[in-house]
Protein backbone atom coordinates (compact mmCIF):
# COMPACT_ATOMS: atom_id res chain seq x y z
CA UNK A 1 0.00 0.00 0.00
CA UNK A 2 1.06 3.49 -0.62
CA UNK A 3 -0.83 5.81 1.09
CA UNK A 4 -0.37 9.55 1.00
CA UNK A 5 -3.62 11.41 1.80
CA UNK A 6 -5.80 10.20 4.62
CA UNK A 7 -9.35 11.51 4.35
CA UNK A 8 -10.81 12.06 7.89
CA UNK A 9 -15.19 12.55 8.31
CA UNK A 10 -15.63 14.82 11.37
CA UNK A 11 -18.66 13.68 13.15
CA UNK A 12 -19.05 10.36 14.32
CA UNK A 13 -15.56 9.67 12.95
CA UNK A 14 -12.50 11.74 13.93
CA UNK A 15 -14.59 13.74 17.25
CA UNK A 16 -16.15 11.99 20.16
CA UNK A 17 -19.79 11.64 20.99
CA UNK A 18 -19.10 14.82 22.90
CA UNK A 19 -17.39 16.77 19.94
CA UNK A 20 -14.29 16.73 20.83
CA UNK A 21 -10.58 15.55 19.27
CA UNK A 22 -9.01 13.02 21.75
CA UNK A 23 -5.22 13.45 22.28
CA UNK A 24 -4.96 9.89 20.94
CA UNK A 25 -6.19 10.87 17.98
CA UNK A 26 -3.93 14.05 17.73
CA UNK A 27 -0.87 12.04 18.44
CA UNK A 28 -1.87 9.53 15.69
CA UNK A 29 -2.48 12.12 13.50
CA UNK A 30 0.78 14.04 13.77
CA UNK A 31 2.66 11.29 13.73
CA UNK A 32 1.33 10.31 10.03
CA UNK A 33 1.98 13.94 9.35
CA UNK A 34 5.62 13.65 10.41
CA UNK A 35 5.77 10.23 7.75
CA UNK A 36 4.02 12.66 4.91
CA UNK A 37 1.01 11.80 4.97
CA UNK A 38 -1.47 14.57 4.16
CA UNK A 39 -4.81 14.90 6.58
CA UNK A 40 -7.47 15.98 5.24
CA UNK A 41 -10.29 16.89 6.79
CA UNK A 42 -13.69 15.62 4.92
CA UNK A 43 -16.85 16.88 6.25
CA UNK A 44 -20.31 17.72 5.93
CA UNK A 45 -19.42 20.58 8.12
CA UNK A 46 -19.35 24.10 6.49
CA UNK A 47 -15.97 26.10 6.99
CA UNK A 48 -16.92 28.08 9.54
CA UNK A 49 -18.22 25.14 11.73
CA UNK A 50 -14.92 23.41 11.76
CA UNK A 51 -13.86 22.19 15.14
CA UNK A 52 -11.19 24.74 16.36
CA UNK A 53 -9.33 22.08 18.03
CA UNK A 54 -8.97 19.84 14.62
CA UNK A 55 -7.90 23.09 12.77
CA UNK A 56 -5.15 24.34 15.32
CA UNK A 57 -3.97 21.13 14.47
CA UNK A 58 -0.19 21.89 12.64
CA UNK A 59 -0.08 20.61 9.33
CA UNK A 60 -3.56 19.90 8.93
CA UNK A 61 -3.36 21.94 5.23
CA UNK A 62 -7.07 21.05 3.33
CA UNK A 63 -10.64 20.66 4.28
CA UNK A 64 -13.25 19.22 2.14
CA UNK A 65 -16.24 20.96 3.43
CA UNK A 66 -20.16 20.69 3.00
CA UNK A 67 -20.13 17.23 1.34
CA UNK A 68 -17.86 18.13 -1.17
CA UNK A 69 -19.15 21.65 -2.32
CA UNK A 70 -16.21 23.25 -1.42
CA UNK A 71 -12.71 22.26 -0.69
CA UNK A 72 -10.46 25.00 1.01
CA UNK A 73 -6.73 25.55 1.72
CA UNK A 74 -7.14 26.36 5.44
CA UNK A 75 -3.99 28.59 5.88
CA UNK A 76 -5.50 31.05 4.48
CA UNK A 77 -9.37 29.61 3.57
CA UNK A 78 -9.00 29.96 -0.29
CA UNK A 79 -11.32 27.60 -1.61
CA UNK A 80 -9.43 25.37 -4.50
CA UNK A 81 -12.59 23.96 -5.90
CA UNK A 82 -16.85 24.13 -5.68
CA UNK A 83 -19.25 22.25 -7.02
CA UNK A 84 -22.67 24.28 -5.85
CA UNK A 85 -26.14 23.64 -6.21
CA UNK A 86 -27.51 24.99 -9.46
CA UNK A 87 -29.44 28.07 -9.43
CA UNK A 88 -32.40 26.65 -11.36
CA UNK A 89 -32.56 23.56 -8.78
CA UNK A 90 -32.70 26.29 -5.92
CA UNK A 91 -35.59 27.36 -7.50
CA UNK A 92 -37.48 23.85 -7.61
CA UNK A 93 -36.28 23.39 -3.86
CA UNK A 94 -37.73 26.50 -2.08
CA UNK A 95 -41.27 25.80 -3.20
CA UNK A 96 -41.55 23.59 -0.78
CA UNK A 97 -38.80 23.68 1.89
CA UNK A 98 -40.01 26.39 3.80
CA UNK A 99 -41.90 24.50 6.02
CA UNK A 100 -42.94 25.74 9.46
CA UNK A 101 -42.41 22.52 11.11
CA UNK A 102 -38.80 21.94 9.78
CA UNK A 103 -35.56 23.86 10.88
CA UNK A 104 -34.34 25.11 7.86
CA UNK A 105 -30.24 26.08 7.31
CA UNK A 106 -28.88 27.05 3.83
CA UNK A 107 -24.51 26.99 3.36
CA UNK A 108 -22.57 29.29 1.43
CA UNK A 109 -19.95 31.33 1.22
CA UNK A 110 -18.51 29.21 3.94
CA UNK A 111 -20.84 30.01 6.10
CA UNK A 112 -24.40 28.26 7.65
CA UNK A 113 -27.48 30.49 7.76
CA UNK A 114 -31.11 29.78 9.43
CA UNK A 115 -33.77 31.82 10.47
CA UNK A 116 -33.30 34.39 13.48
CA UNK A 117 -37.24 33.39 14.56
CA UNK A 118 -36.24 29.20 14.07
CA UNK A 119 -32.95 30.16 16.23
CA UNK A 120 -34.59 31.27 19.07
CA UNK A 121 -37.02 28.39 19.16
CA UNK A 122 -34.73 25.84 18.11
CA UNK A 123 -35.50 23.87 20.92
CA UNK A 124 -39.39 23.33 19.63
CA UNK A 125 -38.11 21.17 17.24
CA UNK A 126 -37.47 18.36 19.33
CA UNK A 127 -33.99 17.94 17.78
CA UNK A 128 -31.16 16.04 19.73
CA UNK A 129 -29.94 18.38 22.64
CA UNK A 130 -26.39 18.07 21.18
CA UNK A 131 -27.46 19.19 18.19
CA UNK A 132 -29.89 22.33 18.93
CA UNK A 133 -26.40 23.51 21.60
CA UNK A 134 -24.31 22.65 17.99
CA UNK A 135 -26.38 24.93 15.76
CA UNK A 136 -26.77 27.91 18.11
CA UNK A 137 -22.94 27.82 18.61
CA UNK A 138 -22.30 27.51 14.94
CA UNK A 139 -25.25 29.01 12.88
CA UNK A 140 -25.99 32.72 12.17
CA UNK A 141 -28.96 34.12 12.32
CA UNK A 142 -31.18 36.47 9.30
CA UNK A 143 -34.33 38.57 9.80
CA UNK A 144 -35.49 36.50 6.04
CA UNK A 145 -33.94 32.99 5.40
CA UNK A 146 -36.31 32.92 2.24
CA UNK A 147 -34.65 36.14 1.23
CA UNK A 148 -31.11 35.69 2.47
CA UNK A 149 -31.62 32.35 -0.08
CA UNK A 150 -32.96 34.86 -3.04
CA UNK A 151 -30.10 37.06 -2.77
CA UNK A 152 -27.28 34.11 -3.13
CA UNK A 153 -28.86 31.79 -5.70
CA UNK A 154 -25.75 31.10 -6.98
CA UNK A 155 -23.73 30.68 -4.34
CA UNK A 156 -25.63 27.56 -2.31
CA UNK A 157 -23.50 25.00 -0.94
CA UNK A 158 -25.51 22.97 0.64
CA UNK A 159 -29.21 23.11 1.97
CA UNK A 160 -29.48 21.37 5.35
CA UNK A 161 -33.09 20.22 6.53
CA UNK A 162 -33.68 19.28 10.16
CA UNK A 163 -36.86 17.39 11.31
CA UNK A 164 -38.53 16.04 14.33
CA UNK A 165 -40.89 13.65 12.49
CA UNK A 166 -39.38 10.66 10.71
CA UNK A 167 -42.55 10.61 8.93
CA UNK A 168 -42.49 14.45 7.83
CA UNK A 169 -38.92 13.38 6.74
CA UNK A 170 -40.25 10.90 4.61
CA UNK A 171 -42.66 12.97 3.01
CA UNK A 172 -40.32 15.41 2.14
CA UNK A 173 -37.54 13.01 0.69
CA UNK A 174 -39.66 11.69 -1.60
CA UNK A 175 -40.56 15.17 -3.16
CA UNK A 176 -36.92 15.82 -3.19
CA UNK A 177 -36.68 12.42 -5.16
CA UNK A 178 -38.35 13.56 -8.08
CA UNK A 179 -36.04 16.77 -8.48
CA UNK A 180 -33.43 15.77 -10.98
CA UNK A 181 -29.78 17.44 -10.58
CA UNK A 182 -29.17 17.05 -7.05
CA UNK A 183 -27.60 14.82 -4.71
CA UNK A 184 -29.31 13.95 -1.54
CA UNK A 185 -27.76 12.42 1.61
CA UNK A 186 -27.95 12.61 5.21
CA UNK A 187 -25.63 12.26 7.84
CA UNK A 188 -27.96 12.29 11.29
CA UNK A 189 -30.84 9.89 11.62
CA UNK A 190 -33.23 13.57 11.76
CA UNK A 191 -31.92 15.52 8.43
CA UNK A 192 -31.93 15.50 4.91
CA UNK A 193 -29.00 17.23 2.79
CA UNK A 194 -29.14 18.92 -0.58
CA UNK A 195 -26.00 18.96 -2.91
CA UNK A 196 -25.84 20.11 -6.46
CA UNK A 197 -25.38 17.44 -9.22
CA UNK A 198 -22.15 15.61 -8.69
CA UNK A 199 -21.72 16.99 -5.35
CA UNK A 200 -19.83 14.52 -2.67
CA UNK A 201 -17.30 14.19 -0.21
CA UNK A 202 -15.74 12.16 -3.13
CA UNK A 203 -15.64 14.27 -5.87
CA UNK A 204 -13.83 17.33 -3.68
CA UNK A 205 -11.23 14.87 -2.46
CA UNK A 206 -11.22 13.65 -6.33
CA UNK A 207 -10.26 17.26 -7.02
CA UNK A 208 -7.33 17.72 -4.31
CA UNK A 209 -6.05 14.83 -5.45
CA UNK A 210 -5.73 15.84 -8.89
CA UNK A 211 -4.18 19.15 -7.52
CA UNK A 212 -1.98 16.67 -5.43
CA UNK A 213 -0.94 14.39 -8.45
CA UNK A 214 -2.81 11.84 -6.09
CA UNK A 215 -4.63 8.73 -7.46
CA UNK A 216 -7.47 6.99 -5.17
CA UNK A 217 -4.71 4.20 -4.74
CA UNK A 218 -3.04 6.25 -2.18
CA UNK A 219 -6.18 7.47 -0.55
CA UNK A 220 -7.05 6.13 3.01
CA UNK A 221 -10.83 7.38 4.36
CA UNK A 222 -12.77 7.18 7.31
CA UNK A 223 -16.51 7.48 7.72
CA UNK A 224 -19.60 6.35 9.91
CA UNK A 225 -22.74 7.94 7.51
CA UNK A 226 -24.18 8.11 4.14
CA UNK A 227 -22.62 10.98 2.94
CA UNK A 228 -18.99 9.35 3.87
CA UNK A 229 -20.22 6.18 1.08
CA UNK A 230 -18.95 7.41 -2.17
CA UNK A 231 -15.58 8.67 -1.03
CA UNK A 232 -15.10 5.45 0.92
CA UNK A 233 -16.24 3.96 -2.19
CA UNK A 234 -13.45 6.22 -4.03
CA UNK A 235 -10.79 5.38 -1.63
CA UNK A 236 -7.98 2.95 -2.05
CA UNK A 237 -8.21 1.95 1.62
CA UNK A 238 -11.98 2.41 2.88
CA UNK A 239 -12.46 2.12 6.80
CA UNK A 240 -15.77 2.71 8.44
CA UNK A 241 -15.97 3.38 12.60
CA UNK A 242 -17.50 0.97 14.61
CA UNK A 243 -20.58 2.88 15.42
CA UNK A 244 -21.14 3.19 11.70
CA UNK A 245 -24.11 2.06 9.76
CA UNK A 246 -24.53 -1.00 8.28
CA UNK A 247 -24.85 0.47 4.72
CA UNK A 248 -21.10 2.19 5.28
CA UNK A 249 -20.04 -0.74 7.33
CA UNK A 250 -20.91 -2.49 3.55
CA UNK A 251 -18.26 -0.22 1.66
CA UNK A 252 -15.65 -0.81 3.96
CA UNK A 253 -12.39 -2.64 3.76
CA UNK A 254 -11.67 -2.98 7.41
CA UNK A 255 -14.31 -1.83 10.43
CA UNK A 256 -11.93 0.00 13.11
CA UNK A 257 -13.26 0.78 16.60
CA UNK A 258 -15.86 2.93 17.22
CA UNK A 259 -15.27 7.24 17.29
CA UNK A 260 -15.17 6.91 21.54
CA UNK A 261 -12.12 4.38 21.35
CA UNK A 262 -9.98 6.08 19.01
CA UNK A 263 -10.79 4.14 15.95
CA UNK A 264 -8.92 6.41 13.94
CA UNK A 265 -5.76 6.08 15.38
CA UNK A 266 -6.68 2.44 16.02
CA UNK A 267 -6.60 2.02 12.09
CA UNK A 268 -3.71 4.58 11.09
CA UNK A 269 -1.93 2.51 13.64
CA UNK A 270 -2.60 -0.51 12.17
CA UNK A 271 -2.13 -0.15 8.25
CA UNK A 272 -0.14 3.47 8.13
CA UNK A 273 2.58 3.20 11.80
Not at 8 to 13: N, P, Y
Not at 86 to 109: C, G, M, P, R
Not at 131 to 147: I, N, Q
Not at 216 to 232: E, I, K, P, Y
Request: hydrophobic fraction near 40%.
Amino acid sequence: MNIKLIALDMDGTLLSSQGTLSNKNKEIINEAMKRGINIVIATGRVLSALPKDVIAVSGIEYAVTSNGARVVRLEDNHSLYTNLISEEKINDIKEFVFADDVFLEIFFDGDVFVDKYCLEKVDSYNLPKWYSDYVLKTRTPVEDLKETLEANLGAMENININFSSMERRSEFLEKLKKIEGITITTSLPHNIEIGGATTSKADGVTQLCNLLSLKSDNVMAFGDSQNDGAMLSFAGLAVAMDNASKEVKHLADYITKSNDEDGVAYAIEKFIL
